[in-house]
């Protein structure tokens, strides 16, 4: 099984609509979550981070629920621009010290 | 955060070669590791880049294969040797600090390497 685990997609969305991504994660010792975004041929790039509490960047909205080891995206309103893969990634720890985990990750893309 | 210049950006090499990828940080930090992007796949960790000691591999990765070096706290290189068309593939680098959460791992841009 493997540590983090992501719907690959395609999502083929128009312009302007609401799209949601999830995630699962199997290690329980987890401590930070986070969305990265990865244009073609770029390097990843942090989108934002997840905390338990929820957290919203403008049209992006990423949750965490612990109990069910599940992390979410939300994009609002989404814009060409907006097509890209999403990786969610896990880290063990709070720190810098350990690698971090990614997902296959998502494709996403946007539609005129 | 810190900014990572990895070169080269691409190289065609042909098999049974060795090819050196290095990565420079603008500014000291605690950790780098290198990581392997298989086409269409994500980032799978290569090692964890050791300063002053020998790094740290992941299942599936020995030393032999994939020496690295990590002379200070700017600088590391990943060395794939013995290269076969199974070894095509993007390398990153990354970097963070020990107080960083994700806003300080940076990658470097990769390394897109084609064996022929």
């Known amino acids: 099984r493997k540590e983090v685990e992501q719907d690959p997609g395609p999502f083929n969305v128009p312009e302007g609509a609401t799209v949601a991504f999830n995630c699962t994660y199997s290690?329980?010792?987890?401590?930070?979550f986070f969305w990265y975004r990865q244009d073609c041929r770029k390097e990843p790039k942090l989108l934002m981070s997840?905390?338990?509490s929820g957290n919203e960047d403008g049209r992006f909205t990423a949750q965490l629920n612990r109990a069910s080891q599940y992390i979410s995206l939300l994009i609002r309103d989404s814009k060409l621009s907006d097509s890209a893969t999403y990786l969610c990634?896990?880290?063990?720890?709070?720190?810098?010290?350990?690698?971090?985990?990614f997902g296959s990750g998502t494709r996403l893309q946007v539609q005129p | 955060s810190a900014v990572i210049s990895q070169k080269p950006s691409r190289d065609i090499c042909q098999r049974g070669t060795s090819l050196t990828i290095q990565c420079q940080v603008d500014s000291q930090v605690t950790m780098m590791f290198w990581y392997r992007q298989q086409p269409g796949q994500s980032l799978t960790l290569i090692a964890t880049?050791?300063?002053?000691?020998?790094?740290?591999?992941e299942s599936g990765f020995v030393i032999d294969k994939f020496p690295i070096s990590r002379p200070n706290l700017t600088f590391s290189t990943l060395t794939v040797s013995n290269m076969s068309p199974e070894d095509s593939s993007i390398y990153l680098c990354s970097a963070a600090g020990t107080g960083d959460r994700s806003y300080g791992y940076t990658f470097g841009s990769g390394t897109r390497l084609t064996v022929v």
């Open positions: 880049a050791n300063q002053g000691s020998e790094a740290t591999y």
């Open positions: 990634v896990v880290n063990e720890a709070n720190t810098g010290r350990r690698a971090l985990t």
């Open positions: 997840v905390y338990s």
């Open positions: 290690n329980s010792a987890s401590q930070s």
